[in-house]
């Protein structure tokens, strides 16, 4: 293991054990590459890429529920952080007792009105940048590397949170859950695009803030960069073994000598 990029840094705290301790126990044949030296990169987006200072989108999961199936539901219970739209709808279906046959015919009707409903208030969207997101975009573009999402989001609402931030024109194709529930087929299917534009060969890191994308990446074969801008400290992420650790692309860039921008 090439310990010279695979040491987690960043810890905000300047704790010694987050700054000194690999962030990867697993054995390997051959050194990894620079953390940014893989062909291309699948970024999640909330707690990732940026975050959402409104509660449009978290809204829209009742609203949309109760004008498809004319039930009352929450997310009160339900965990956000690291999992997809349509996971978090299989679930209040559960806890109304849909049968699984009815809910796969609901789910597809619910995210359409969730999106409707996002759109209609797009306006009022409040989307800020993660620290040094922008210097790491244009650091990657500028370097050749291929830029793809693989998110939780639904598709249309993903790409609209990247458009009010600023973000969409960095990424040439994206990974979603409008077809898919589990965040590891995603980003399977992410691979998938990343080596069809840029060779089968292609070297693919994720780029994520929560355990579940360093699982799911992991169950992919694919190495993380994690990044703790989410709710998740370094501490906890370094707990689930990922190959890159900071605790912001901010720092990430700081420590790799490269000039940065909000």
Sequence with gaps: MDTSTTFADGHPSGSASAASVPASASARTAPLPAWDGYDAYLFDIDGTLLRCQDRIHFASFAEAFQAITGERSTLDGIMLHGNTDTAILQQMLRRHAIAPSDARLLIPQILDAMQRIVYARKHALVVQPTPGVFATLEHLQRNGKLLGIGTGNV????????????????????????????????????????????????????????????????????????????????????????????????????????????
């Excluded at 529930?181 to 994520?208: D, E």
């Excluded at 929560?210 to 501490?235: C, F, Q």
């Design 155 to 262: 598709e249309s609402i993903g790409w609209l949170k990247l458009e009010v931030c600023g973000q969409r024109d960095y990424f040439q194709f994206g990974a979603f859950c409008d077809t898919q529930s589990q965040r590891a087929a995603i980003l399977a299917h992410g691979a998938a695009q990343a080596r069809a534009l840029a060779g089968a060969q292609a070297r693919i890191c994720v780029v994520g803030d929560t355990p579940a994308d360093i699982a799911a990446a992991h169950a992919n074969s694919l190495p993380v960069l994690a990044v703790a801008t989410g709710v998740y400290t370094p501490e906890q992420l370094q707990q689930h073994g990922p190959e890159y650790l900071t605790a912001s692309l901010l720092e990430r860039m700081a420590t790799a000598g490269v000039a940065h921008s909000a």
